[in-house]
């Protein structure tokens, strides 16, 4: 043996350690299977929750918009946003008012 080689592994003398050594890395080898796929699961959930596109704040109003046909007044929620404002008022005139 030279000085630069290093002892690394597991030794059996007999056939049954041997067994018991080949059990104990199967379930070794098992388990950390087991333990990289589930972080490989885990960096999937995370990349898809941070890369995905953001949702639109205005995706509601917009497909509404985009619907053929007028807008319905009977709805709740329209008569609701325009209760509180005050009514419009407008003037038509045929140019600029006169001193």
Do not use: K
């Amino acid at each position: 043996m030279t000085a630069l080689s290093l002892r690394t592994g597991f030794r059996a003398g007999a056939p049954p350690g041997a067994r018991i050594l080949a059990a104990t890395g199967l379930v070794a080898f098992l388990l950390f299977n087991y333990g990289l796929v589930a972080t490989a699961r885990l960096h999937a959930t995370i990349a898809r929750a941070l890369l995905r596109a953001p949702e639109d704040p205005l995706r509601e109003a917009s497909e509404r918009l985009h619907r053929p046909g007028p807008l319905d007044p009977s709805n709740p929620n329209i008569r609701a946003g325009l209760a509180d404002r005050p009514p419009v008022r407008v003037q038509l005139t045929a140019g600029w008012p006169s001193p």
